[in-house]
């Protein structure tokens, strides 16, 4: 049996509220959904058929029973520890504007479970709140330190939260010190000009690549599509024209096709991505620039399946 590919970071509950023009008087209750950045890009990997454990903390009330029950569903499985019957599920509030764009605000508690590494895992994946809000940020960077010398792909998205980290350059300081440790770092545009205002993403993705280790940069533009930058190839890839229910999930999905396509084609693990051609660059962000295009069509984080993915795009 391969071993999992291993995700790290905050399994939460969305809830939506509803957009004004949906509501009279913009009173509407808020839907409830199962989220967060690492539960989501947990269950984009799965399912896209590559196993998945997850690092996550989360309670028995309500809110955590209908966690578990979709990362179950969906076939991810929880690391040791990951439910917690004496915590209480974290939540997200996500506002939607008049172009279905999200906007959050958290009532969050990150401590993970102890942190290992299973012999043969081909990747780790962390990121966003969880790599700068303490204690689980100190964790999580030790943890990467100490697995460092090991035959295994480091990938990181900052998912820059305003809300929970305000200071931009602080947060680039800390952004700066994890891609040290990673061979993959996905940013979004909006990362980008929370973090390096008026700094062009090539620049942006110059920076980090002068660090040893990373060999590959990616920014999602949207609307626009995706850059995919490594120390001797750049490729840009549109989006396709689809009709935006909300962005909920999409960067999510991004990151799980990503590496899925790069698990496919054998880059993850010992290679930490050293065999890297243009043309794997180019497939790889062309089929999760369209994985995110499907999750945007839909309202939540709601990635697509293989079969869904191959049947909307032919791959």
């Not at 690492?38 to 799965?46: E, F, K």
């Not at 029973?65 to 019957?85: E, M, T």
């Not at 990467?144 to 998912?159: E, G, K, R, Y």
């Not at 497939?283 to 994985?291: E, I, L, Q, T």
Request: aromatic letters at 4%; hydrophobic letters at 45%.
């Amino acid at each position: 049996m391969t071993a999992p590919l291993l995700v790290i970071g905050e399994a939460l509950v969305d809830i939506i509220a509803p957009a004004p023009r949906t509501t009279r008087n913009g009173n509407g209750k808020g839907k409830a959904t199962p989220g967060g950045f690492a539960a989501n890009v947990a269950v984009g990997l799965a399912r896209l058929g590559v196993p998945t454990e997850l690092v996550a903390r989360f309670g028995t009330d309500a809110y955590g029973d209908q966690l578990g029950a979709h990362l179950f569903g969906n076939g991810v499985q929880l690391a040791p520890g990951s439910v917690d019957p004496g915590f209480r599920t974290s939540t997200a509030t996500a506002t939607l504007d008049a172009a279905g764009v999200a906007s959050y605000q958290f009532d969050i508690t990150w401590d993970p479970p102890a942190l290992s590494l299973t012999r043969g895992c081909p990747a780790i994946h962390t990121g966003s709140i969880a790599t700068m809000l303490e204690p689980g940020a100190t964790a999580i960077r030790s943890f990467l330190q100490s697995v460092a010398p090991q035959p295994v792909t480091v990938t990181l998205d900052p998912n820059a939260r305003p809300s929970i980290t305000p200071d931009p350059v602080a947060t680039w300081a800390a952004v700066r010190q994890l891609a040290g440790l990673a061979d993959l770092v996905k940013l979004s545009d909006e990362d980008c000009e929370f973090l390096r205002p008026g700094v062009a993403p090539d620049e942006i993705a110059a920076e980090l690549l002068a660090v040893e280790r990373t060999q590959c940069v990616v920014i999602t533009r949207g609307g626009d599509g995706a850059l995919g930058i490594s120390r001797d190839v750049r490729v840009e890839v549109p989006a396709p024209a689809i009709e935006v229910v909300d962005t909920v999930g999409a960067g999510d999905s991004f990151m799980a096709a990503l590496l899925a396509g790069l698990n496919a084609r054998g880059l993850l693990g010992a290679t930490r991505l050293t065999g890297l051609t243009p043309e794997d660059l180019q497939d790889v962000v062309d089929y999760a620039v369209k994985a995110a295009a499907i999750t945007c069509t839909r309202p939540g984080a709601d990635p697509p399946t293989a079969a869904e993915h191959k049947a909307k795009w032919g791959s």
